[in-house]
């Protein structure tokens, strides 16, 4: 699971609240910046490839022709727990990181690279288009 939301929560129980998903962006105008966002991630795998207690989290961000956005994150060290009994031996994490003032130079793709252990895992993309009628700043 990977995606953008307005705002996202996991409770002590593990339950992940999620409220606006969205993958379009506007605004009246570039440069600016979007107030407030938070990436949402559920990272699944073996528990026999996670290494625990090691960072390994990192997150990219580049736009359409591949340029940082920002500095890539420093590597975060994440917890794993079971899935469940219909899953044994498979673990998960899940993740909520909030960003806020996220600068919009130009229009575009924009993507967060997501990697763990070095290893790419995936992809979250969005997009950013000025109109005059902007919903959203």
């Known amino acids: 699971l990977g995606l953008l939301a307005d705002s996202a929560h996991i409770d002590p ?3 992940l609240y999620i409220l606006g998903e969205f993958r379009y962006i506007t605004a009246r105008g570039l440069p600016a ?3 407030r ?3 949402v991630l559920r990272i699944t795998g073996a528990r026999s490839e996670v290494i625990e207690g090691k960072k390994g989290l990192q ?3 580049v736009d359409e022709d591949g340029r940082d956005v ?3 994150s420093p ?3 994440i917890q794993f727990d079971d899935v469940g009994p219909a899953a044994r031996g498979q673990v998960q994490s899940q993740v909520v990181i909030d960003l806020q003032g996220f600068p919009l130079e130009r229009e575009g793709a924009y993507v967060f690279e997501v990697f763990f252990q070095e290893h ?3 992809d979250v993309a969005f997009h950013v288009a000025v109109t005059k009628d902007a919903a959203q700043p």
């Open 13 to 15: 129980h593990g339950k």
């Open 75 to 77: 590597e975060i060290a």
């Open 33 to 35: 910046s979007h107030a």
């Open 120 to 122: 790419r895992l995936g």
């Open 70 to 72: 920002l500095p890539p």
């Open 59 to 61: 997150i990219k961000v």
């Open 37 to 39: 966002m938070a990436l």
